[in-house]
T-cell receptor, first 115, second 111 residues
Framework: DQQVKQNSPSLSVQEGRISILNCDYT??????FLWYKKYPAEGPTFLIS?????DKNEDGRFTVFLNKSAKHLSLHIVPSQPGDSAVYFCAASAYSGAGSYQLTFGKGTKLSVIP | DTAVSQTPKYLVTQMGNDKSIKCEQNLGHDTMYWYKQDSKKFLKIMFSYNNKELIINETVPNRFSPKSPDKAHLNLHINSLELGDSAVYFC??????????FGPGTRLLVL
């Protein structure tokens, strides 16, 4: 059973416009949420995160919104650039005991920014 | 300066062989992980090591054994490789605020 879902496998956006990537989760124990960006043949790169006590976190062109009641988060990229084309993974963190935290990943959304 | 590095990047081997993948992080983190990305592209946790102590073992076959000689290294040894072990394996380390940083991945192909 997927605890973190990214229902859109792909998204195409025109350069300069806003990209919105969505993520839903089911586990109320998640207390920290992250977005990772992944290029082919490379490891996931940390992009931005948000704690469950916040509803918004902004870093340059990237903003993550968290709606705890809906168990939904989204990543906004504005303006979108061709270099943003990659697979974006949503991840949620929960404490798993003995000082360790476990990340659960969504399946990813492939973003294509069209010049 | 590479924060989390893995070797080798590509590994092609025959069924039944034993192989190891090495991981090193220079971030000073206490906790490291191994993940498997399967053909469906899901990233799933396999192991977690906190200061050389195994914390999580997510129902991984015992043919897989993590070994941590020190907190900067977490190696993955796989015995009797099977076709289904073909995947991309990622190493990661975690900072004190729950953010994990990933290595470039090791692409394992079992023939």
């Amino acid at each position: 059973d997927q605890q973190v879902k990214q229902n859109s496998p792909s998204l195409s956006v025109q350069e300069g416009r806003i990209s919105i990537l969505n993520c839903d989760y089911t586990n109320s124990m998640f207390d920290y949420f992250l977005w990772y960006k992944k290029y082919p043949a490379e490891g996931p790169t940390f992009l931005i995160s948000i704690s469950s006590i916040k509803d918004k976190n902004e870093d340059g062109r990237f903003t993550v919104f968290l709606n705890k009641s809906a168990k939904h988060l989204s990543l906004h990229i504005v303006p979108s650039q061709p270099g943003d084309s990659a697979v974006y993974f949503c991840a949620a963190s929960a404490y798993s005991g003995a000082g360790s935290y476990q990340l659960t990943f969504g399946k990813g959304t492939k973003l294509s920014v069209i010049p | 300066d590479t924060a989390v590095s893995q070797t080798p990047k590509y590994l092609v081997t025959q069924m039944g062989n034993d192989k190891s993948i090495k991981c090193e992080q220079n971030l000073g983190h206490d906790t490291m992980y191994w993940y498997k990305q399967d053909s469906k592209k899901f990233l799933k946790i396999m192991f977690s090591y906190n200061n050389k102590e195994l914390i999580i073992n997510e129902t991984v076959p015992n043919r897989f054994s993590p070994k941590s000689p020190d907190k900067a290294h977490l190696n993955l040894h796989i015995n009797s490789l099977e076709l289904g072990d073909s995947a991309v394996y990622f190493c990661a380390s975690r900072d004190e605020w729950e953010t994990q940083y990933f290595g470039p991945g090791t692409r394992l192909l079992v023939l």
